[in-house]
């Protein structure tokens, strides 16, 4: 077969996987604007990883989406590893090089700070200091955007403190780390408050940080998207501040991989969370 002839497929590796909504993204976007092309849901264990990775392009792949559990572990395999994806220590889309060279990129933070952009066009970075709650794979990529976009400080709480810490040590003096318990004291004065944890998330515990510190003119976003309007999106909604769900950065975080593997920037537009919500 020749270049031209091939359709291009791409994908996204995780274990497990059945619960990515990347395929009917993906999918979306495919028919959307014509293009032959598959994406493909695939479930590798961490110990196949490599190998799969070795194959795919010799299947026509020009690249995938990596989520958990390969996120960090993708950069002892990538050959070429951007700067970003270095600095928060994780990649999620892999473009497979004519070369046979592995190029890995991390578009979280990215798809962070464009969804707020898009549905808080007003939303200020350097306004305030922003609060982020948790300190996990995803804080990581939305603490580095967050400081790149010109937050002046950054309060950090997690229920594992080292964790916190370790994006002090990483990401300098801007970062200020509180306790766990103390989560609720450092929504005061917060611009941006931002819930990267997993509680309210269905199937799991419930967000219980009070948030009676909020500020009225904060912009407060959670990435968790199932439910959509999570109870921490519901109640700080109801004390008066702006909200953006965690949907617009899934699906923001898909476009530079969509366009690096099949040509066309898709647009991120309502149409497009109907079809994802729907699927
Ligand atoms: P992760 O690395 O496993 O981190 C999970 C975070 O949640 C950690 O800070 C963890 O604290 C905290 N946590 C979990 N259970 C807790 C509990 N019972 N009490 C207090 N804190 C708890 O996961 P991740 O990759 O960062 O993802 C975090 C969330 O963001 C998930 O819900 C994920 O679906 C979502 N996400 C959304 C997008 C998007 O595009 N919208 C992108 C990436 C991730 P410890 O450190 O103490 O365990």
């Not at 989406?65 to 999620?92: F, Q, S, V, W, Y």
């Not at 609060?131 to 309060?155: K, Q, S, T």
């Not at 976003?221 to 999570?230: E, G, N």
Request: glycine letters at 10%; charged letters at 20%.
């Amino acid at each position: 077969m020749t270049e031209l002839a091939r359709i291009p497929l791409a994908g996204v590796i995780g274990h497990p996987i059945a619960h990515s909504r990347s395929p009917a993204l993906h999918g979306y976007w495919l028919r959307r604007y014509g293009i032959k092309g598959h994406y493909i849901p695939m479930d590798v264990t961490p110990a196949d990883l490599a190998h799969v990775l070795g194959t795919l392009p010799k299947l026509g792949f020009v690249g995938v989406n990596i989520t958990i559990p390969h996120k960090e572990a993708i950069l002892g395999i990538a050959d070429i590893i951007t700067d970003r994806a270095a600095l928060i220590g994780a990649a999620n889309t892999l473009i497979f090089r004519k070369d046979g060279r592995i190029h890995a990129d991390n578009t979280d933070g990215a798809g962070f700070i464009a969804n707020l952009r898009q549905r808080a066009p007003f939303w200020n970075p350097a306004a305030g200091p922003a609060a982020v709650l948790g300190a996990g794979g995803a804080a990581r990529a939305v603490v580095a955007a967050l400081i790149e976009v010109g937050v002046p400080e950054v309060h950090i709480a997690n229920r594992t403190r080292p964790r916190a810490e370790a994006l002090r040590s990483d990401f300098g003096a801007k970062i200020i780390v509180h306790e766990w318990v103390q989560a609720a004291n450092m929504l005061d004065g917060a611009a941006t408050v931002v819930n990267t944890t997993s509680l309210g998330m269905t199937g799991k515990p419930d967000f219980r940080v009070p948030l009676d510190a909020l500020n009225p003119r904060a912009v407060v976003t959670d990435l968790v998207y199932a439910p959509l309007m999570t109870q921490f999106l519901i109640e700080a909604a109801a004390m008066g501040c702006t909200v953006v769900d965690g949907l617009g950065m899934l699906l923001h975080q898909a476009a530079p991989g969509f366009e690096r593997w099949f040509g066309i920037r898709p647009e991120v537009d309502d149409a497009t969370r109907h079809a994802v919500l729907g699927a």
